[in-house]
């Protein structure tokens, strides 16, 4: 203790006569490594996809990704088989008393008939029918001959089966000689297999003057009706609707499964039908089938033609038949830019009696399903993102060398070859980081034998780079990342089935170990 004592003191007496001055640096330069980010980001699964086809994934609840595809093949309406004829007429005449009627000072009623109107949708047998929009009942009312003078008159009519939807007051207008319409909008009509009664009242109008009326002289009305349903009720008959041939496009598909070879485990295709109709329907389809260029593959349907169709029972509900499609795999291997189908539709099969109802907005609606689990292998699949270039305040004069660091975690089950390109403010390539021909090999992550995620692959890549390169990436804005992909494979070679799920990440840190001058004056 004593002899260190002794030996701080010397060494403090001997500092205190050196001239400090004499002992100044004016400079000093040291070359140190620095450690520069430049880029860094994340590729999700969904950059698998274009923009227009990402709007069609969708997750499951335990994060598996799946493409969600629906297209509706037709939507054919069944109203047309209750159409009235543009010339359906219904003539009532009335006898006009003959020889010369004397002045009236008051309103005489004549006559009155009863008629009962038959709209004859057969075999359709209605029972009520709630009219819309351009209903209407039209007329043409005449004397069989001239009487001198005009005899005034009015004729009354009353559809004694319609009431007003909302007030419940009975159908009725007053017309004289001439033609015209009246207006059955908001009516509801309650036949009896089509059938309704109206009433038509003659009135003799009051006259100043005698009036001649010929002998057999006849007043003429002719009523025709234009229907306009909101809904119709009764039985519908045993009918058919034809739905023609259609070919619809699906290039969908092949425009991202083309690109690379895409294996799925568990596709789920099917046909969809929505019945509107009230009634009991089957769908027949004679054709339908995928097709890619001369190539096609016929569905296999299950239950197989003809099937019996859902059907509601209340009015404005619907119902859905979802049909199998057992050759998924094969249809969606082709894979198919074209659907072609024609069908047929059958109400009230073999039936002569039933209670059916329909909207004038129902419609048998088609639809083809698609849903594909990603779960499955892919090789040969490339994808794409863009990194921003920062470099911070360094100067690239003060490197002397510089190296490129590149840290890969990988959580997607799929191995990936990775360039690097340059890229101007214009997204213009201006250089690859790598040479030509070389890649950088990032591990996939790991899976259990479900295919499920286990952990990440990680790598750590050190690249010397040239100067050349050095000075490109200091006037390049971002790094363009290039990804060729493949799903991992077993000991044997072959590829596993994977699951990709939406939080699966390729993360990318790319760094410059730049060793610089860095240069202190005094």
Known sequence: MLYRSLFLISVLIVTSCIDQKDYTLD???????????????????????????????????????YFSYTQTLDARQIRALFDLPANN?????????AGSLPPSSSDVQYSSINKVVDFNFDPGQLTEMLLKGTSAIKYTIS??????????????????????????????????????????????????????NIKLNLVLKK??????????????????????????????????????????????????????????TDPVLKLAVRNDNGVPSEINFSSIYAKKGNSQVPFQLNPANPIN???????????????????????IA??????????????????TSGTNF?????????????????????SGYTISDTLKIDLGKIDKSTIISSALRVKAVNQMPMDANIQLYLADENYHVIDSLFSSGQTLFVKSSVVNGSGDFVSSGVNDF?????????????????????????TTKDPNGGYLNVKFKSTYKLKLNVGLLAKVNITATK
């Open 27 to 65: 400079t000093l330069t040291v070359t140190p490594t620095l450690a520069v980010p430049i880029a860094f980001g994340d590729i999700s699964i969904l950059d698998f996809a274009s923009d227009t086809d990402s709007a069609y994934f969708r997750t499951y609840p335990d994060g598996l990704l």
């Open 358 to 378: 329909m909207a004038d907005t129902s419609r048998l609606h088609v639809s083809v399903i698609t849903e594909l689990p990603l779960h499955g292998h892919v």
């Open 89 to 97: 007429s219904t003539p009532v005449s009335f006898d006009l008393p």
């Open 309 to 331: 169709l859902s059907y509601p029972t209340v009015l404005g509900k619907y119902a859905t038949t979802d049909i199998a499609v057992t050759n998924g795999t094969n249809l």
């Open 143 to 196: 004397t069989s001959q001239a009487t001198s003078p005009a005899l005034p008159l009015d004729v009354n009519l009353t559809l004694t089966d319609a009431v007003e939807q909302t007030t419940h007051l009975p159908f009725t207008f007053t017309a004289t000689t001439g033609t015209g319409s009246k207006s059955l909008n908001g009516y509801l009509i309650q036949m009896t297999d089509n059938k309704f």
């Open 207 to 264: 006259r100043s003057s005698a009036v001649f009326v010929p002998a057999n002289t006849k007043l003429n009305v002719n009523l025709s009706f234009v229907t306009d349903f909101a809904y119709i009720k009764g039985f519908f008959g045993d009918q058919q609707v034809s739905l023609p041939t259609q070919t619809i496009d699906l290039t969908i598909f092949s425009s991202e499964l083309e690109k690379s070879k895409i294996s799925f």
């Open 334 to 351: 082709l894979p198919p830019n074209q659907l072609t189908y024609s069908a047929t539709a059958r109400i009230n099969k073999g039936l």
């Open 462 to 486: 050190k690249f010397d780079l040239l100067p050349e390169k050095v000075d490109k990436i200091f006037t390049s804005k971002y790094l363009l990342v290039k990804s060729r992909l493949n």
